[in-house]
């Protein structure tokens, strides 16, 4: 079985930037797609203050609400469980075509609320960018922008910090796995260093030896130590 590269990895700190930038981005968009919101909403339409304000946060709530919804998929795995055993401990009493309504009858409450949420939120934002101008290809785009960009920076923001776990995880592994072999490592260059040391000065000595043996007539010196 093949490694898995580590040629992309990039340290903790990296993803953490990364993720916190996303998040603070995203806040920031929000603030300013709801202020755009309420622009257009004061100004154009002539809303008093305070609904426009309640009608903006609960439109920017229920739009973060949906993004987690639409991005859990055992979310969803849970209401076709829901539907498919409607009935109880008698599944069969409801017919199939009975299960089949209910799952489009939720469906369609589901992608209506969407609908009129993020219609609300595209209508409203377009008035504060452009006033009562008709919609382009262009301005629908940007409006676009501020009505999904903060949900999107959030999450990306949410899983480059999983990401960073995980990286941060298998860096803690790899040094689980390295750090005590080099430790081993420098313990034993070090010990087999001083060996080294002592042997050497061993057989220095014994060759002084012989040869003081074979030439009685040299006086001894001292030699790595010895008189």
């Known amino acids: 079985m093949a490694k898995v ?4 990895n990039r340290a903790n700190w990296h993803y953490s930037i990364v993720w916190i930038a996303a998040l603070v981005c995203g806040a920031w968009l929000l603030t300013e797609n709801v202020a755009l919101s309420k622009i257009g909403f004061i100004n154009v339409e002539g809303w008093p203050v305070s609904p426009a304000n309640t009608a903006c946060w609960a439109m920017a709530a229920a739009e973060a609400g949906v993004m987690i919804l639409a991005t ?12 498919v055993d409607f009935g109880g401990d008698a599944p069969d009493r409801v017919p199939r075509f009975v299960r089949f309504i209910m799952i489009g009858l939720v469906a369609a409450i589901v992608l209506g609320i969407v609908a009129v949420v993020y219609w609300f939120d595209f209508r409203s934002t377009h008035m504060g960018l452009y006033g009562t101008a008709p919609v382009t290809a262009k301005t629908g785009a940007f409006t676009l922008f501020f009505n999904v960009g903060s949900e999107v920076l959030a999450f990306i923001a949410g899983q480059v910090r999983r990401l960073g776990k995980l990286a941060r995880r298998r860096a803690l592994q790899e040094a689980v796995e390295v750090d005590p072999q080099v430790a081993y490592g420098e313990h034993m260059l070090t010990e087999m260093k001083d060996l080294s040391k002592e042997r050497a ?11 003081y043996r074979q030439n009685p007539h040299v006086p001894k010196a001292g030699h790595g130590g010895r008189a």
């Open 5 to 8: 590269s580590n040629a992309f």
């Open 72 to 83: 859990a998929p055992e979310y969803w795995d849970d209401i076709y469980r829901a539907l």
């Open 201 to 211: 000065a061993a057989d220095s000595a014994r060759l002084w030896d012989m040869f």
